[in-house]
């Protein structure tokens, strides 16, 4: 099992910037990579950030000129790295971690950002 844990959203102002964390504990070396994803009200479900455990990240069209992904082994975490924010951005931010071998991801519980216009 591999818990994880959201933070760093909050409320920030248009232009402003955002490092959300995902903490991870547990069977971390089942995990082959992560993602990040974005719920915003009235819309599905969007798929923000892929990172691989090789290293390998892969940002969305929608935010590549803005946002970042890293990942610290020692932290145990992965992080996004949101700059130039736009009132559009606002929603709640959720992370999960895939195994391939299992059936379906892990996921934390989010967390939310509001920028302000």
């Known amino acids: 099992q591999v818990q994880l844990v959201e933070s760093g959203g909050g409320l920030v102002h248009e232009g402003g910037s955002l490092n959300l964390s995902c903490t991870m504990s547990?069977?971390?070396?089942?995990?082959?990579?992560w993602n990040w994803y974005r719920q915003s009200p009235g819309k599905q479900r969007e798929l923000l950030a892929t990172?691989?455990?090789?290293?390998?990240?892969r940002l969305s069209d929608s935010v590549k000129e803005r946002f970042a992904v890293a990942r610290s082994a020692a932290q145990n975490a992965v992080f996004l790295q949101m700059t130039n924010l736009k009132p559009e951005d606002t929603g709640d931010y959720l992370c999960?971690?895939?195994?391939?071998?299992?059936?379906?991801?892990?996921w934390g519980q989010g967390t939310h950002v509001t920028v302000s216009g």
């Open positions: 547990g069977a971390i070396h089942t995990i082959d990579g």
């Open positions: 999960n971690a895939v195994d391939v071998g299992r059936p379906s991801p892990y």
């Open positions: 990172f691989a455990k090789t290293g390998l990240s």
